[in-house]
Structure formats: structure tokens, C-alpha cells
């Protein structure tokens, strides 16, 4: 039995296990910011400002956390092709939990004036730059640590990692605001969630010391084939298709979780004046079921291949989220199931990183998923809101078209998928017929 087809090992499991741990920790650590945006508003800026204005400084430091994922993600990518995976996949979780924890030791308005915002606002820059770098090294260290046939399992149990993340701070921003009051949490009980964020991320690096340099990267150490020039600049002279599949599918990723697991509890309420404990109940109900989906399109990639995965993944998310959101409204039950529904069906993006690790040959693989993943979630993670926003002008159902237009562009995704995949067998039937 080869490297390649050999099932899944005990050091396997474990590597899958501390990867996903991490990275769900510092997803959480990332998003958990969201959750407090109002304390963190009434606190780090004047008290006399209009309220519009001090959401949108609030929500702008929370942004400036996706503009510096490429600068960070690329910077750490050069570094992981040219040094090491594990040395990066290591330094992004600490870069990770130094600033979060800061943030919950961060002195208010009151104490520091307009230097409180802007250290705020630096230490969620430094949060971005890790993140940049995190969520594209987890995928190319667990990818290059399992067999091949099992990479698609893998990534995938690695992108459920990673929302759980999202789960963990619904929960923990769940229970506070059921133990505090809104008082006691502007009193300090907002500070909690990060400093758990912060401790949490120091005990998963100290965990990650236990993991080993991936075997293709040492292989490529000992053979002195790792890239001699820019990374980055391979990747962009060279690899240009492999970009723009890998940015139209991180679009397509951001849709799925931006606008139906982040957008949509907020929708509800205000479409529909449903409690906000309802609408985060359903939303905890669908992101387990993204966890659940995550994996189920590893499996499948792993099976049937990432063509096939997407056609039937894109078409499920087509019609589950229109579903949703045009009859979750009529019952509970309806809601509960519904959102599952739509929560399982964006689980496709699970298949992402599947066909990410295969658009990029190894020695530029770090810096081609950071580059094409992290400048794609820049641009289409933070437009994204904007533009679902304004489309609501015209149509209360404007989350439902936007992402029933980007299932669309997974489908056309999956076709192509499909026949690059035939075109390539047929290639190299050709080739052992000549031989």
C-alpha cells in the first residue's frame, strides 16, 4: 500500500485534531469581536458622538481586520514556502492570541482618549494579518500531511474546524448576555470573552508543539527544490488560472458564510421581528450543520472528485437558501429546519481548499492559496455586506438572490471542474499509449 492511497494514521488523526483545534480558537478569536461591537462602541469612543456614527467606527475596526488578512497572510505564506509550514502555522496562532488578549486588558475612552480606538484599531490590524495566515498554512499543513486520496477529508474536517469557531462565540456571547446584564457587561464583563480568546490561543500554540514539518516540505528541502525566487511572483507569472479559480471560490465561500451563517440572524429579526434568541438558536443549529456538510463534501471530493462535488453541493445551496429564505418565516419548525438545511447545503464550501492545494504545485503552494484566498475575502468578505445591504432597497429577499446568483458560479465552477478532470484522464491515457 503507497503513501498515497494508505487510510488515515493515529499521527494523522492527531495532526487533524490540533490543526482544527487551533484554528477553531483563533476563529474564534477573530470573530468574537462582532459579538461586542456594541460595548466596544460605547466604550472606546466619545459619548456625545451620534450613535450612526460611532457603528460605523466600530464596524470599521472591525473591518480593518479583513484588509490586512493579505498583507499578513502573504508575508507569513513567503516565509511558510521558504522556511517551513509548521514554523508559520505556529507564529500565526501567537500573533493570534497576543493582540486578543491585549484587547481585553485595553484600557477604555475614559482612560486613554483617542489613543484607546487606535490601539484598538492596531491590535485588530495585527488579528487580521494572523488570520491571513492561519486559515490558508492550517489547509496546506494538513493537506500535505495525509495521503493524497484522503486530502478532501482532511481540508474538510479543517473548514469544520474553523466554524465551530464561529460557533464557540455565539455561545460564549450567548451565555454572557444571559449571566450579565448589559450593565455588568459594559462594567467589564465584555473583556472576558477576549482574555478567554487569549488564553485559549496560547494553550493551542503550546498544543501545536507536538506537530511535525510536513513531508512534502522536507522532501522538497532534502531534493533543493523549494522556489528560488518570490513565491508570490511565480504564483501570479505562472499559476494565473489557478488564482482565479481559487479567488472565484473563496467568493463563493465568503457568500455562503457571510451573508446565510453571519447576515441572516440579523435579517430574520428585522424582516420578520423575530427574537434575537431564536434567531441565534436556528443560527447554532446551522452552523452544525455546516460542520456536518464540511465534511460531507471532503468525502465526496475525496470519491467523486471536486467537479461532481460542486455541481450537486452549488445546486443543494441554490435551492436550500432559497428555501430558507422565502419560508423560513412561516413556522418555527420551519425555521429550525430550513436553516439547517441551507447551514448543511454551504457546507460544499468544504471542497474549497480541496481544489486549492491542487491549483498550486508545493514549493509555491503556501503563498498561491494565501494570495488568491485572502486578496479574494478582502475584496468579496467585505463588499459582500455592502452590497447585500443596498441590493435590499429593492427587495427584501435580496440575500436569497445573491446567493442563488454565486450557486450559480459554483455550479459553471463544477462543469469546468468536471471537464478539466476528464480532459487531464484522457491526457494521460494518451501518454501511456504513446509510451
Not at 94 to 112: D, E, F, K, Q, S
Not at 248 to 256: I, N, V
Not at 301 to 311: K, L, V
Not at 337 to 366: C, E, I, N, Q, T
Request: positive net charge.
Amino acid at each position: 500500500m503507497t503513501q498515497h492511497t494508505r487510510p488515515l494514521n493515529r499521527q494523522d488523526y492527531k495532526t487533524l485534531t490540533l490543526a482544527a483545534l487551533g484554528g477553531a480558537l483563533e476563529f474564534y478569536d477573530f470573530i468574537i469581536f462582532v459579538f461586542f461591537a456594541a460595548a466596544v462602541g460605547a466604550l472606546f469612543f466619545p459619548a456625545d458622538i451620534p450613535e450612526w456614527l460611532r457603528q460605523v467606527q466600530t464596524f470599521g475596526i472591525f473591518a480593518a481586520g479583513y484588509l490586512a488578512r493579505p498583507l499578513g497572510g502573504i508575508i507569513m505564506a513567503h516565509f511558510g514556502d521558504k522556511v517551513g509550514r509548521k514554523k508559520m502555522f505556529t507564529l500565526s496562532i501567537l500573533l493570534m492570541a497576543l493582540p486578543t488578549l491585549a484587547i481585553g486588558l485595553l484600557p477604555t475612552y475614559a482612560t486613554l482618549g483617542i489613543a484607546a480606538p487606535l490601539l484598538l484599531l492596531l491590535l485588530r490590524i495585527m488579528q487580521g494579518a494572523a488570520i491571513g495566515g492561519e486559515v490558508p498554512g492550517a489547509w496546506v499543513f494538513v493537506a500535505e500531511h495525509v495521503p493524497a486520496r484522503r486530502t478532501g477529508i482532511a481540508c474538510g474536517t479543517l473548514t469544520a474546524g474553523l466554524t465551530i469557531g464561529i460557533l464557540l462565540g455565539s455561545v460564549v456571547a450567548t451565555l454572557l448576555n444571559t449571566w450579565f446584564t448589559q450593565q455588568a457587561i459594559l462594567d467589564g464583563g465584555w473583556r472576558i470573552p477576549f482574555l478567554l480568546g487569549g488564553a485559549f490561543g496560547l494553550l493551542a500554540m503550546y498544543l501545536r508543539r507536538w506537530l511535525q514539518e510536513t513531508p512534502v516540505f522536507i522532501e522538497m528541502q532534502k531534493r533543493k527544490q523549494l522556489a528560488d525566487e518570490l513565491p508570490i511572483k511565480a504564483v501570479v507569472q505562472n499559476h494565473k488560472t489557478g488564482v482565479v479559480v481559487s479567488m472565484l471560490l473563496t467568493w463563493l465561500l465568503s457568500a455562503g458564510i457571510v451573508v446565510v451563517i453571519l447576515m441572516a440572524p440579523v435579517w430574520l429579526q428585522t424582516q420578520f421581528a423575530m427574537a434575537p434568541a431564536l434567531t441565534l438558536q436556528a443560527n447554532s443549529v446551522a452552523i452544525i450543520m455546516l460542520c456536518l456538510g464540511c465534511l460531507l463534501a471532503g468525502l465526496s471530493a475525496d470519491r467523486f472528485g471536486s467537479g461532481i462535488t460542486f455541481i450537486v453541493g452549488s445546486l443543494m445551496l441554490a435551492l436550500f437558501s432559497w428555501l430558507f429564505y422565502h419560508h423560513a418565516s412561516s413556522s418555527t419548525g420551519a425555521l429550525f429546519m430550513l436553516y439547517g438545511l441551507a447551514g448543511l447545503s454551504v457546507g460544499v464550501v468544504g471542497a474549497v481548499p480541496f481544489v486549492m492545494v491542487r491549483a498550486f504545485p508545493a514549493a509555491v503552494r503556501f503563498s498561491g492559496i494565501s494570495f488568491s484566498y485572502n486578496v479574494s475575502y478582502a475584496i468579496f468578505g467585505g463588499m459582500t455586506p455592502i452590497v447585500v445591504t443596498l441590493m435590499m432597497r429593492f427587495s427584501p429577499h435580496a440575500p436569497a438572490w445573491y446567493v442563488l446568483a454565486l450557486a450559480l458560479m459554483g455550479l459553471g465552477l463544477g462543469v469546468w471542474l468536471l471537464t478539466a478532470r476528464e480532459q487531464e484522464k484522457q491526457s494521460a491515457q494518451c501518454a501511456l499509449v504513446s509510451e
